[in-house]
Every structure is written in structure tokens, then in C-alpha cells.
């Protein structure tokens, strides 16, 4: 018998290769049973997590101040954590186990190519099933199994293992990025809805009576009617603070300096506070009238939503999110994989030390993608910003750090389907990239052709930042996808012309200009270097002055 076939034999008993006990780290005399290894079970521990809202006040990403803890976590000192990892995972753990055996034992390059493949998909299968208990709380080898794709320990270096260890848990941060395991719980919990997907969602009911969709669509109604109240209601306050401050310059008048105990009259400083908190007063009652009006949709929404709950029950709809969602979702993310990785690219998901060299600031972690996506805000001010009811605000996307070896970030969806104005879209990053920052370039470039792509809609090819691009690209008589040149010229945007370094071709940097400005204080020190972008400069200043007109 072979020895291939020895090992096959041996994995398959229970029995652990001597050589894979070492690099598991498993001494032969407490080692686990393979029915311990892979016994059922589950904890009943429940995770309740309240609707997740946008705040559309803020102006801006908070400066990170914390990137790692200062201690690493004992994670992977545990002496058991392959084995909780795996334990209770069923069939799932078994192959999975059985399979990463022998990938590690086989040297022929050919036959790891063969086994490779297989080791893919037998880990997709176990973290599936992990995916599939996330609302119940996970012990922490079956999170970082999740989050990290690091089932075995012994497989990352022990700077890798430090690393990891030091990675800030939990969001501290109030921002929407989020590790998959973070992610599929919100999407288990229903505070976050389900990304979509091309296929078609089967339904409980006839589809006359499948009322799944109308209260989605009322849900993404009633979070933008929420959203819009809260940021007319933060303008009050700015208005009411306005008239406090100005109502004190008005009360503050000096003594006429010829009669006694007689005031003088108002001066024109005391004329503009006049005038100012006229303008406020006008604004107030303006607002006031709004949101009136929004708190009659939204108490209309509420009705129908309390309506469409009630139908539900009578009909049977099972309204909470069940594991087939989280199944579905669990589908996007290893879709979301395969986008960043690429065809050509390392489609491995476990976590190796011969694969993984990134350091402390080039790791995908959240911390460090907040600072890389408020560095390219600073650049693309306009970069999350959007309309709606005449209202302009900032919405950022959801962040979701996908445990591959991808070398750029891809958007899943601009915005939610059932609301368009106020809903986030979904962004996909990369934790093991070699370039964090081109990684979320890439990403927020497909966020931005997306974004206008929709806003533009059938007119796409004609309107806005895609119609002007896609016209240029169209002229040029250019072969490929256009949505990949314009990431590719958006990267370009950013990192080199913001510099002053010419790389677009001359249209693209005028579409660019005009439909993706740079800040003012950018504008203003490009304006001297060069002729190109003095040139530039100056038509803005004549659209300025022609727009007045």
C-alpha cells in the first residue's frame, strides 16, 4: 500500500499523521478522540442587536487613535483550539480535517494543485456551517476561523499569531465596517437586511400574496423618513443656537456718549443680527412644515407596516430572518471572495504563513481601512455624499473585511433596493492584500461609478460622471469594460494627479475634474503646476461666473 494511501487510511480512522500532530501542535498522549473532535453541539447563547441607523450629521471619519491593543489576546494559546474549532461541525469538520491532512503531507506539485481545489471548497463547507450558529455565539477558534479564515495556529508564524492576537475585537469606532462574522450576525439578527443576489428568492406564499417585499420596501421608507428628521432636526438646532447668538449682540448696545442713560441706535452690526435672525425665524417655520409632513409619512408607514405584520401572521409568513438568509448571505461573502482574489489570484481561504506577510498598517483590519478610506474622503470630498428630497447627505457604505488574499476591494451593491436616498451600500475589502490602500481605491471607485450609474439610470451612457466618461471612452474607440478603465484611471486620480503628476489622459482629467472635484485647497495648489491644471482652473473660475448669470 502507498503511503498516500497509508495517511488516507490513517486521517480517515481518527488517527493523526505523526507529522501533521506536530505541526498541529497535538502531543500523542492528549490528543482528541475523533468523537470529541467531531461531537454535535451547539451553545444556546443569543446575541440581540438593535436596527442599525445612519447618522447624517457627520461630517467626517473620527481620527483613529487606537490601532492595536497593546496585549495580545491568549487566543492562541490554547492548546484545544483546532479542535473547538472543528468540534460540532459534523461531516463538514470531518472532510475538512481529512482533507487538510493530506494537503499538507503531499509534495508532488501536481497532486497539491488537484488537492488544493478541494481544501477550497471543504473549508467554504465548514465555515458554512460555523455561519450557520453565528446567532447562537461562537467560542472565539470558531470566530477567528470565521473572521480570519486562522482554523489552525500552527499554520501562521508567530508574528502572525501576535498580530492577530492584537487586533482590536470589537467596534469601537461607530463606523459600518465590519469582520464577516460581525456581519452575518447583524444579517441573522435582522438589523441589517440581506445583500441582494441575482437569483430568485423562492416564496412561502402565491406571489399576489407574498408580502416579504412590501415590507421590505416600508422598512427602507421608514428608516429614510427617520433619517431625513433627524438631520432637519439637527438644523434646527443650528438655527436656534444662530438666533441665541445673535439675539445677544442685539441686547448688547453701547450708552450714547452725550446723554445719560440713553442708548445709541442700532448699528450695522446690530442691523446684520436683525437681519440674521429674521432669516432664521423663516427657516425655522420652513423646517417645522417639513417635518410635520415627514412625521405624517412616517406615521403612515408605521400604520402600513403594522398592517402588513398583521397580514403576515394571518398568512403564515415567517417574518424573522432564518438560517436559509444566513445560508444565502454566507453565499455573497464567498462570492465577494472570489471578486477580490480575481480568476489569477490565490483562491485559498485558509490563513498560511507562506501566503500572509502583511504588517501591522497593511493588514485589512478596521482600524486600518478607516484610515486609509478617510485619507481618499479627504480627496473625494463628494465621495459618499447623495441626494435625496433636496437634501444632500453623507452616507458612508457598509465595509465588509473579507478574510482572502485579493488584491482589490469591489462593491457589492450602491444601495439597498427598497431604499435608494438613505440606505448604504456595500463595500467589499481584502484583509490580506499587499496594498491596503490601492485595495480600497479600487473599492471606492467601483462605489463611485456605481453610484452615479444609477443615479444617471437609462441614460447612463449620456448623463453625469459615467455619460461624460463613457462618451470619451465610446470616441476613443475603446476595447474592454469600461467600468474597469475607470477604476483603474480613478486610482490613478487619486494617488497620482491630486499630486500634481499627470498620468489620465487629457479628456479623462477634465470629466475628472469637473464631475469628481478636488477640494479647494487641493484646486488651489495644482493651479500651479502646470499649465494642464492652471487651464482647468480657470474654466471653473468662467462656469462660476457664467452660472451667476
Not at 258 to 267: D, M, P, Q, R
Amino acid at each position: 500500500m502507498s503511503d498516500n494511501q497509508n495517511n488516507k487510511n490513517n486521517v480517515f480512522s481518527g488517527e493523526v499523521d505523526p507529522e501533521i500532530a506536530d505541526l498541529f501542535g497535538i502531543e500523542e498522549n492528549d490528543g482528541p478522540s475523533f468523537d470529541l473532535l467531531f461531537e454535535e453541539g451547539q451553545s444556546d447563547k443569543k446575541n440581540d442587536h438593535p436596527k442599525e441607523t445612519i447618522d447624517l450629521n457627520k461630517k467626517r471619519f473620527e481620527p483613529v487613535d487606537k490601532f492595536f491593543e497593546t496585549k495580545p489576546a491568549p487566543y492562541f494559546k490554547n492548546k484545544s483550539y483546532y479542535q473547538q474549532a472543528l468540534g460540532g461541525e459534523g461531516e463538514e469538520s470531518q472532510h475538512f480535517h481529512k482533507i487538510l491532512s493530506q494537503y499538507l503531507n503531499i509534495e508532488d506539485p501536481k497532486q497539491r494543485s488537484a488537492m488544493r481545489s478541494k481544501l477550497i471548497s471543504a473549508y467554504w463547507e465548514l465555515a458554512e456551517s460555523m455561519a450557520k450558529k453565528i446567532h447562537t455565539g461562537l467560542p472565539d477558534p470558531k470566530l477567528l476561523s470565521l473572521r480570519y479564515g486562522a482554523v489552525l495556529p500552527n499554520l501562521l508564524s508567530a508574528e502572525t499569531r501576535n498580530l492577530l492576537a492584537r487586533v482590536i475585537k470589537d467596534n469601537n469606532t461607530n463606523e459600518p465596517v465590519h469582520y464577516i462574522d460581525e456581519w452575518l450576525l447583524k444579517i441573522s439578527t435582522g438589523s441589517i437586511t440581506a445583500s441582494t443576489t441575482d437569483e430568485i428568492k423562492p416564496s412561502k406564499l402565491k406571489s399576489s400574496e407574498n408580502i416579504r417585499p412590501q415590507i421590505e420596501k416600508q422598512e427602507g421608507q421608514k428608516q429614510a423618513f427617520i433619517s431625513l428628521i433627524q438631520r432637519k432636526q439637527a438644523n434646527i438646532v443650528d438655527y436656534e443656537n444662530s438666533l441665541i447668538e445673535n439675539m445677544k449682540t442685539l441686547s448688547t448696545r453701547e450708552n450714547h456718549p452725550e446723554y445719560n442713560n440713553i442708548n445709541l441706535t442700532y448699528s450695522d452690526t446690530h442691523r446684520k443680527a436683525i437681519y440674521n435672525i429674521s432669516q432664521s425665524l423663516k427657516n425655522l417655520q420652513k423646517i417645522d412644515k417639513e417635518i410635520s409632513s415627514l412625521f405624517n409619512d412616517l406615521e403612515k408607514t408605521e400604520k402600513l407596516l403594522t398592517q402588513l405584520h398583521e397580514k403576515a401572521e394571518r398568512l403564515g409568513e415567517v417574518m424573522h430572518v432564518d438560517t436559509s438568509i444566513i445560508v444565502k448571505e454566507f453565499g455573497s461573502l464567498r462570492q465577494m471572495a472570489k471578486m477580490c482574489v480575481g480568476r489569477q489570484g490565490n483562491h485559498i481561504p485558509v490563513l498560511m504563513k507562506q501566503y500572509f506577510n502583511a504588517d501591522d498598517r497593511n493588514i485589512g483590519t478596521r482600524e486600518n481601512l478607516i484610515c486609509e478610506v478617510s485619507k481618499v474622503e479627504e480627496i473625494d470630498p463628494g465621495l459618499f455624499l447623495r441626494t435625496f428630497k433636496r437634501e444632500t447627505n453623507r452616507i458612508v457604505p457598509y465595509f465588509i473585511l473579507i478574510p482572502c488574499y485579493g488584491e482589490r476591494g469591489i462593491c457589492w451593491e450602491p444601495f439597498e433596493k427598497y431604499n435608494r436616498g438613505t440606505s448604504r451600500g456595500r463595500v467589499a475589502i481584502p484583509m490580506y492584500s499587499k496594498n491596503l490602500k490601492l485595495a480600497v481605491i479600487t473599492a471606492l471607485a467601483d462605489l463611485r461609478w456605481q453610484v452615479a450609474k444609477e443615479k444617471a439610470q437609462h441614460y447612463w451612457m449620456e448623463e453625469g460622471l459615467t455619460g461624460h466618461y463613457y462618451q470619451w471612452f465610446s470616441d476613443h474607440h475603446l476595447k474592454g469594460d469600461v467600468r474597469e478603465r475607470f477604476i483603474n484611471d480613478y486610482t490613478l486620480w487619486i494617488m497620482k494627479e491630486s499630486e500634481g503628476t499627470q498620468k489620465l489622459e487629457r479628456e479623462v482629467r477634465g470629466v475628472f475634474w469637473r464631475d469628481i472635484p478636488f477640494p479647494d485647497e487641493i484646486r488651489d495648489k495644482l493651479k500651479n503646476r502646470g499649465f494642464v491644471y492652471n487651464e482647468l482652473y480657470k474654466k471653473d473660475i468662467n462656469r462660476a461666473m457664467s452660472d451667476g448669470y
